[in-house]
């Protein structure tokens, strides 16, 4: 089945303690981004990358990294998370190119205490 | 950057009746998708419509890309069809997907 992997689903965590979201795809998409989805604020782009190595920031990206050294995997990389990451999370995949549309993964809710 | 709205922001129903979303964008698109948002937070792709018509049992979406907007047709609304319903666009100009802020479905039995 074709598909956009997230793990975890659910995550609680402390401040500081880095953690990894990690986001795999089985379609061969060349494009993947990473959004953010609070309450009064909508879903927003943290991160994309067009293809392989080749990343960059979207609308909200500071106290974020990711990589991008597979095709199927760009991992999410909170390196001291802090309560306002508080948040759910979605990765998004689609084929390069404006004929196609996107697929989401299921979410990461987060919970940083 | 481009700017979406949707409307109406709230919308309560009873089962059975018919309903209409409207998004609307300020700029050219290359992409446009609407999705539902399902108590459990799932974002499920109900159509990929950058321009045209397209219907899916009881849903249908049209958009008029020179008008720059489109619309969701509910149809029968079941109990079921409860959640948000977030349009979402790629402008010509970047491959940014934005969103609108969504309408939250409510249809009681």
């Known amino acids: 089945e074709a598909q956009v992997t997230q793990n975890p689903r659910y995550l609680i965590t402390v401040t500081g303690k880095k953690l990894t979201v990690t986001c795999s795809q089985n379609m061969n998409h060349e494009y993947m981004s990473w959004y953010r989805q609070d309450p009064g604020l909508g879903l927003r782009q943290i991160y994309y990358s067009m293809n392989v190595e080749v990343t960059d920031k979207g609308d909200v990206p500071e106290g974020y990294k990711v990589s991008r050294k597979e095709k199927r995997n760009f991992p999410l990389i909170l390196e001291s998370p802090s309560p306002n990451q508080t948040s759910l999370y979605f990765c998004?995949?689609?084929?390069?190119?404006?004929?196609?549309?996107?697929?989401f993964g299921s979410g990461t809710r987060l919970t940083v205490v | 950057g481009i700017q979406v709205e949707q409307s109406p922001p709230d919308l309560i129903l009873q089962e059975g009746a018919n309903s209409t979303l409207r998004c609307n964008f300020s700029?050219?698109?290359?992409?446009l998708q609407w999705f539902h948002q399902n108590p459990w937070g799932q974002l499920i792709n109900l159509f990929y419509i950058p321009s045209g018509t397209k219907q899916n049992g009881r849903l249908s979406a049209t958009t008029v890309a020179t008008e720059r907007y489109s619309l969701l047709y509910i149809s029968s609304s079941q109990t079921t069809d409860s959640g948000v319903y977030f349009c979402a666009v790629v402008a010509t100009t970047n491959n940014d997907m934005r969103f609108g802020a969504g309408t939250r479905l409510t249809v009681k039995p």
């Open positions: 700029d050219s698109v290359n992409n």
């Open positions: 998004a995949s689609r084929r390069q190119g404006f004929l196609y549309g996107y697929t």
